[in-house]
């Protein structure tokens, strides 16, 4: 995968791209989130860790694209107010929180320089 390849998968995950006939756009991370049903689909959490693995340069930039920024929170925030406000059962609730924590730190130790190694770490012991 490209850096522009990941950027536009990652930009569909977030449902921020303009393309919204786009399969992946209603069904990608935040399509199956924002359903009256939410729709689990761990292959989606995968894909966007993915996208961040090949965007992680950009985050160790001093000028950062603020569009894959945008995209990365959107992903973040969103999930989060779904947690808060949708009547989850437990097991989805504690799913959603675990994939959000993984995004969210290794977003956090790519921007703060930690590196790959230490960003990737937890995600690659548990998945990999």
């Known amino acids: ?4 390849e990941a950027k536009n998968i990652l ?3 977030s449902q921020r791209n303009p393309d ?17 049903v939410i729709s689990l689909n761990e292959e989606n959490f995968h894909e966007v860790v993915t996208c961040i693995r090949v965007l992680m340069s950009t985050f160790e930039q001093e000028k950062i694209d603020s569009t ?4 990365c929170w ?11 406000n ?3 059962d437990d097991t989805t609730k504690k799913i959603l929180e675990e994939w ?11 921007l703060d320089g930690c590196g790959a190694e230490t960003a990737f770490e937890m995600y690659d012991m548990e998945f990999e």
């Open 68 to 71: 894959t920024i945008a995209d």
């Open 86 to 88: 949708k009547n989850l």
């Open 74 to 84: 959107t992903i973040v925030y969103f999930t989060e107010t779904s947690i808060r």
């Open 20 to 36: 919204i006939k786009h399969s992946k756009w209603e069904n990608g991370f935040l399509g199956c989130i924002n359903r009256a």
């Open 11 to 13: 930009s569909f995950h």
């Open 100 to 110: 959000i924590e993984h995004i969210s730190y290794i977003i956090f130790c790519l």
């Open 1 to 4: 995968m490209t850096i522009e």
